[in-house]
């Protein structure tokens, strides 16, 4: 009872950071708003997480863990255009799941603050391995470069609102997806 408990705050905890890092970004962020939002007390909070860096990486955990397996994938199957569709088209499906927009977001929009951030740096090392491992190492600057647009094309459609492009999410991410795919040449 106590570990599930425990993992319960634990997620709690992340779920609430996640919302208000959105809100107030990284750096205007405090434990104790996190513990307050929660109606727990900062102390409880620390006993789960010893700082902001330590649940950053927590919420990265997952993601990183999905990024991860779709670099395996592509590197078995090697560089090819048939390849790096399907890496896009796993990679949106890793950006729509739960929460993962909000990691994608707070990456994109938080990228100042957190640069020094362990688990941000260990996000932009998985980006990069995900496009080499799609591209081959003889291709052009340009051809480079399209692969890694094509990921951005896909987190915009991820994380872009009503507001930003006025049509339905479903459509934003299709959007998303039929431009990475032709920047990919897939």
């Given at each position: ?9 634990r ?5 609430v ?17 996190i513990?307050?939002r ?5 102390a409880?909070?620390y006993?789960?997480y010893?700082?902001?860096?330590e649940i950053?990486g ?13 670099v ?7 560089p090819?255009a048939?390849?790096?569709?399907e ?17 994608a ?31 081959d190492?003889?291709a ?19 994380f872009m609102?009503?507001e930003?492009?006025?049509?339905s ?13 032709e920047l990919?040449?897939g």
């Amino acid at each position: 009872m106590t570990d599930a408990r425990r993992t319960d705050t634990r997620a709690q905890i992340r779920a609430v950071a996640l919302e208000l890092f959105a809100e107030r970004g990284y750096d205007g962020t405090s434990l104790r708003e996190i513990a307050e939002r929660l109606d727990i007390t900062k102390a409880a909070v620390y006993y789960h997480y010893k700082t902001k860096e330590e649940i950053v990486g927590a919420l990265f955990d997952d993601f990183l863990a999905g990024v991860d397996e779709i670099v395996e994938w592509a590197q078995a199957e090697g560089p090819g255009a048939g390849t790096r569709a399907e890496v896009l088209r796993r990679y949106q499906g890793l950006l729509t799941g739960p929460s993962a927009a909000q990691v994608a977001r707070l990456m994109q929009e938080g990228q100042s603050s957190l640069r020094d951030v362990a688990a941000a740096k260990d996000m932009k090392a998985r980006f990069f391995a995900m496009s080499r491992a799609v591209t081959d190492p003889d291709a052009s600057a340009a051809d480079q470069m399209r692969m890694r647009l094509a990921v951005i094309a896909l987190h915009l459609g991820a994380f872009m609102d009503e507001e930003s492009l006025p049509v339905s999410a479903d459509e934003r991410q299709a959007a998303a997806l039929e431009i990475a795919l032709e920047l990919a040449g897939g």
